[in-house]
Each structure stands twice: as structure tokens, then as C-alpha cells.
DNA sequence: TATTGTTATACTCTATAACTATA
DNA sequence: TATAGTTATAGAGTATAACAATA
């Protein structure tokens, strides 16, 4: 069990709101960080990182997921089918169904994005103190936790 | 200075990509509570934000900041303000300029806000062991300085 | 002459309604 | 008859170009 030695900072309302802002300002910073070489919409890396996570979806899955009615998603999906970073096949059972998948190029894309976003928060680890860099190693698994649905 | 106690999770590398996935996912989950009276766009929502750290800004200074062009910031501006959220009036000293601020509509509404948001965060600390809470308690002011710009 | 904001116009994206194919 | 996806059409939002007022 860990023994408190740093500053207490905070009561656990000042926590709440300590950790939001600082959570949504570096989440800012982190998402700004990316290689756009097809410069995408914000709903195209939506439907990117969606099935980057689901691996394959049909139309109205991705829809319900970014929010967006199927004649919409049909609409990004073809878009992003000509820009190469998807592709569709029918349904295995459900004909009436469509699978979208990640094209190679697609899945290179997002593991680039992955390695941006690490390499700059690196840099950023590399300012701070070995000591603040132990907290945040203990930190993290309880912010994966808070994060959790 | 503090003994690591607790498990020591991830090497560098490991950490950037647990603090990268965490930060990107409990920020969408914190994103997700707000207090939608009015339904408003995410560029509105952006000007709000805005106009919330810096008081008073231009339309100029407002395009640049939501990465929009001046005429269509005329438009959002000018739909904020008949939705009585925004008001505008003359700059000072140079009389091409024109400064945006809240109204006072806009403050209850972005205090409600960040009161939903901090509640939100609240009940999920609840569920955390009070060590983890020591932890993030002192995790805080680090995130804060990482989120730096 | 340069800059700030606005107006006019065209384009893109999304939603609603209607349609086709399959369950 | 209901559901998944597409097509047709209309509405909202943005950008480029042209303009008015001020520096």
C-alpha cells in the first residue's frame, strides 16, 4: 500500500475537476498529433478508428456508432472506398447486409497516427522528473480503470 | 522522494501508449456529459470554450482559433447571437474590429457544464479503492504539467 | 495601400423520404 | 411485413471571391 508522500493536492471534488480539464487539454494536444497524408474528415477517422478497434462493420453499425443516419454513412463509406482506406463485402448470412473493412494502406495510416502520438508524448515524458514519471507509470492502469465503460 | 510501491507497470515506451489510450478514451467519456439546452454545433461549441478562457475576442482571432474562415465565423457568430448566447461591440480603438463576448446565458450555461462533468467524474471516482484515488490525487498536478503546452 | 469584417455564390455534407433487395 | 442499404432531393455549413469601412 503507498504511502502518501507527495502533496496531498487536492479533495476529491477538487480531483474531479483537476483531473478534467487536464485530461481534456492533454486529449487535445494528443489528437492534433497525427500524419494526414489523405487529409480525412472527422467523421472519416471516426469510422478509421472504429474499425481499427471492431475490425469489420456493417453500414448501420458504423452509423449508430458516429452518430450519423445510414444514407450518411453510405455517403463516407464510398468516399473513403475511392480514397482506397476501405472496402465492402456482402454480409456472410444477411444479404442485405454490408461488411466494411480496413484496407492495408488504412491500417498502415492508423498505426503511423499510433507511433506519432507515442513518439510525441515521449518527448513530453522525457521533460518530466523520474520521480513524476513513477507516477504516472502507477497512474496509468488506474486512468485505464476510470476509463473503463 | 517516493518508493514505487505498487506495481511498476510499463517501460517508457509502454507508458506513452497506456497514457496516449486512457487520456484519448476517458476524454471522450468526459466530452460526452454536457448540459444541451440549446443544441449546439461544434464550432459553436468551440467559440463557447473560447470566449470562456479568453472574455473577449475578435472574429478574426475567433477563425483562427477554430481553424475556420472569417466569413463563415460571421455566420456562426451571427447565429450565436440570435440564440443569445454571444452579443458583439465595437473594438475600442480600431473600428474595423469587432469583439465578441458571452452573455451572461452563455456562463450558466458553461458552468453547468463543467458541474455535469465534474459530478460525472465524481461518481467514478467513488467506484476507485481510496488508494487509487491517492494516486490520481498525485498523478494530477503531472498530467497537468505533461498537458502544458 | 493593407486589413477587418460582411455579402454573394458555389460546393460539400447531412437528413428526410422514397425505393430496391432480402429476411 | 420488417429491415439494410441505396438513391433523390432539400437544408445547413463552409470556402472563395468581391465589396465596404477603417487603419
Known amino acids: ?29 494528443i489528437r492534433r498529433q497525427r500524419v494526414d497524408s ?14 481499427g478497434k471492431h ?12 452518430q450519423v443516419k ?17 472496402a465492402r463485402r456482402p454480409h456472410e448470412t444477411d444479404k442485405r447486409q454490408i461488411v466494411v473493412e480496413l484496407t492495408d494502406a488504412a491500417h498502415h495510416l492508423l498505426r503511423a497516427n499510433r507511433r506519432r ?7 513530453k515524458l522525457k521533460k518530466l522528473t523520474p520521480e513524476e514519471r513513477d507516477i504516472l507509470r502507477k497512474a496509468a492502469p488506474v486512468l485505464e480503470r476510470l476509463a473503463a465503460p
Open 38 to 51: 489523405h487529409d480525412l474528415t472527422a467523421n472519416q477517422l471516426g469510422v478509421l478508428g472504429a474499425l
Open 1 to 29: 500500500m503507498p504511502e502518501v508522500v507527495a502533496q496531498q493536492v487536492k479533495s476529491d471534488v477538487g480531483l474531479a475537476s483537476a483531473l478534467r480539464s487536464s485530461t481534456l487539454r492533454l486529449s487535445r494536444q
Open 55 to 66: 475490425d469489420a462493420m456493417t453500414i448501420g453499425e458504423l452509423a449508430t456508432h458516429e
Open 117 to 123: 502520438r507515442d513518439e510525441w508524448l515521449q518527448t
Open 70 to 86: 445510414p444514407p450518411s454513412m453510405t455517403r463516407i463509406v464510398s468516399n473513403m472506398e475511392e480514397a482506397g482506406l476501405v
